[in-house]
């Protein structure tokens, strides 16, 4: 299985602050990566696809790069409704795909 | 608008069977995969398995083989997941969501619309 790890597991930032999130996969995965941002007793919901593309809808605050096993979730404007964990994906090994474990981004 | 309602919580003994679905509306139901993500409580996500709604073909992952189920009626728009030998450790949120690929044969596992959740209690 490929194992995707997040860094931080939980970070703390102020409203307009730029962050950065981590995901290193296990083995090299092209551009085979997905985020996910998720609220307390809500369903996930899709923030980039791909590595790099922003979902339909989704602010233009939110920007992803990467490849290979390094990926980046920024955030260049941290806004109330951001406080949330946020999950990488890969989607390389299909269909036994892996979530990394989450961070947490509190105030 | 897409939507996936599924079935509301469960409180099962271990060793017992549960069942849950997940009707899917304001697409084409056949032309999306639908999978199964389960959450443990305070913990990560899990990817279960895909059920392609078209043919009914399912891949499970490794680790529930042999004990899930997922199965879809298109007369109903409705996919199923079944779990069977339930232990404590199965205590979690199951979520199904749809595969973003357009398309009744390939799917690529981003994950555009999810459930709202449904919550699976097994205690003694």
């Known amino acids: 299985d490929i194992q995707m790890t997040q860094s931080p597991s939980s970070l703390s930032a102020s409203v307009g602050d730029r962050v950065s999130l981590t995901c290193r996969a296990s083995?090299?995965?092209?551009?085979?990566v997905n985020w996910y941002q998720q609220k307390p007793g809500k369903a996930p919901k899709i923030l980039i696809y791909?590595?790099?593309s922003l979902q339909t809808g989704v602010p233009s605050r939110f920007s992803g790069s990467g490849s290979g096993t390094d990926f980046t979730l920024s955030i260049s404007s941290l806004q109330p409704e951001d406080f949330a964990t946020y999950f990488c994906q890969q989607t390389y090994s299909s269909p036994e795909y892996t979530f990394g474990q989450g961070t947490k981004v509190e105030i | 608008q897409v939507q996936l309602v599924q079935s509301g919580a469960e409180v099962k003994k271990p060793g017992a069977s549960v069942k849950v679905s997940c009707k899917a509306s304001?697409?084409?139901?056949?032309?999306?995969?639908i999978h199964w993500v389960r959450q443990a409580p305070g913990q990560g996500l899990e990817w279960m398995g895909i059920i392609n709604p078209s043919g009914g073909s399912t891949t499970y992952a490794q680790k529930f083989q042999g004990r899930v189920t997922m199965t879809r009626d298109t007369s109903t728009n409705t996919v199923y997941l079944e779990l069977s030998s339930l232990r404590s450790e199965d205590t979690a949120v199951f979520y199904c969501?749809?595969?973003?690929?357009?398309?009744?044969?390939?799917?690529?596992?981003?994950?555009?619309?999810w459930g709202q959740g449904t919550l699976v209690s097994v205690s003694s």
């Open positions: 791909a590595a790099s």
């Open positions: 969501a749809r595969d973003k690929e357009n398309s009744s044969t390939f799917f690529y596992g981003d994950l555009d619309s």
């Open positions: 304001g697409y084409t139901f056949t032309s999306h995969h």
């Open positions: 083995q090299s995965i092209d551009n085979y």
